[in-house]
């Protein structure tokens, strides 16, 4: 007999749904901040399971309508969903605490396959999904995955879900993970080192480093936003600031001398090798 799906009531707007987050570090915080307001109907649904005393301190203050516990059984047995957020290698210990194999499991551990997650759990019901960093604050992007068991109803929730922490993309090919870490996951890093490097830039031409700061955040922010809601090709938003020898094609002809361009090209092809060499290890 097949596993009980999460009952079809609970399913819906989400709420009655009985979620427990396995590792209440930064991204299953993250996750259940996210989420306790946004989709479920009741703060006492959300069950987080902590390992580190002072961490399971933190997440009382921090969340004090939420049931916090460092008891595996106990936050799992009475759960629908089983997010997991432990560290990749925690995952293989998690089996020999309690049984999940019945839960819909949601695991966003870096790298940890759907054949390694079943391993683990022996849940047949798997959503893989790779968020990254600014999912901390509702701002992120979210690829994600599920096996062939999770039903429709379970899918739309589990989108709910995910879109608490920002946007998100169904892929139905598990590889495709590895090249969405590759830009995504990773991106945040490369953004963060040309917002760096600009305020370098600022500071050495002679303006002060916390206007710096300020105005190359609000000039990426700005930027994103720009082409996001505009929905034009960046090439064409480029040409629009660049007007014939001015002070933007002066910059630029530095950036693609210094094959910036090509630079960030190869960076998402070496983080997508990476990726898959970790996967496969
Ligand atoms: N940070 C990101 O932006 C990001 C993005 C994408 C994916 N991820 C993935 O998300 C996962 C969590 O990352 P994180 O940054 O949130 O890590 P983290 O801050 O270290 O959180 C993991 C927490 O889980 C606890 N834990 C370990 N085993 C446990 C168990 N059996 N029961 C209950 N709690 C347990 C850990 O305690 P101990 O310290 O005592 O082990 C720790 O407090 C990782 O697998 C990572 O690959 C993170």
Redesign the pocket.
């Known amino acids: 007999m097949s596993p009980p799906a999460v009952s079809a009531e609970a399913l819906g707007d989400g709420s009655g749904v009985r979620i427990t987050v ?7 915080a993250a996750f259940s901040r996210a989420v306790k307001d946004v989709v479920l109907g009741s703060p006492s649904d959300l069950t987080v ?4 005393p002072e ?1 399971r301190d933190w997440l009382i203050s921090e969340f004090p309508d939420i049931n916090v516990t460092d008891s ?1 059984s106990q936050a799992v047995d009475g759960a629908d969903v089983v997010f997991l ?4 290698q ?1 995952l293989s ?2 089996s020999r ?1 309690s049984d999940v194999s019945g839960k819909l499991v949601i695991s ?3 790298g940890s396959t759907i054949a390694e997650i079943t391993a683990a759990t022996g849940a047949d019901r798997v959503v893989r999904a ?4 600014p999912a901390q604050i509702g701002d992120g992007f979210t690829a994600w995955t599920a096996t062939p068991g999770v039903s429709e109803d379970e899918r739309v929730l589990v989108r709910d879900l995910i879109e608490a922490m920002g946007d998100q993309l169904y892929v139905s090919d598990e590889s495709v993970i590895d090249k969405i870490t590759a830009v995504s ?1 990773s991106g945040p890093a490369y953004v963060f080192l040309a917002i760096e490097a600009m305020i370098n830039g600022a500071v050495q031409i002679g303006l002060r480093p916390d206007d710096a700061r300020r105005m190359v955040l609000q000039t990426v922010i700005g930027a994103a936003r720009f082409a996001q809601r505009t929905g034009q090709h960046p090439a064409v938003l480029k040409d629009m600031v660049t007007s014939p020898g001015g002070t933007t094609a002066a910059g630029l002809r530095v950036l693609e001398q210094r094959a910036v361009r090509a630079a960030l090209i190869d960076a998402v092809a070496a983080a997508h090798q990476r990726a898959e060499e970790l996967g496969q290890s």
Request: a negative charge; charged letters at 15%; one cysteine or more.
């Open positions: 396995i590792g209440g570090g930064t991204m299953g399971c902590e390992a580190l961490r595996f957020s432990v560290k990749p925690d210990s998690l605490e966003i551990l870096a790779m968020p990254n960093t996951g």
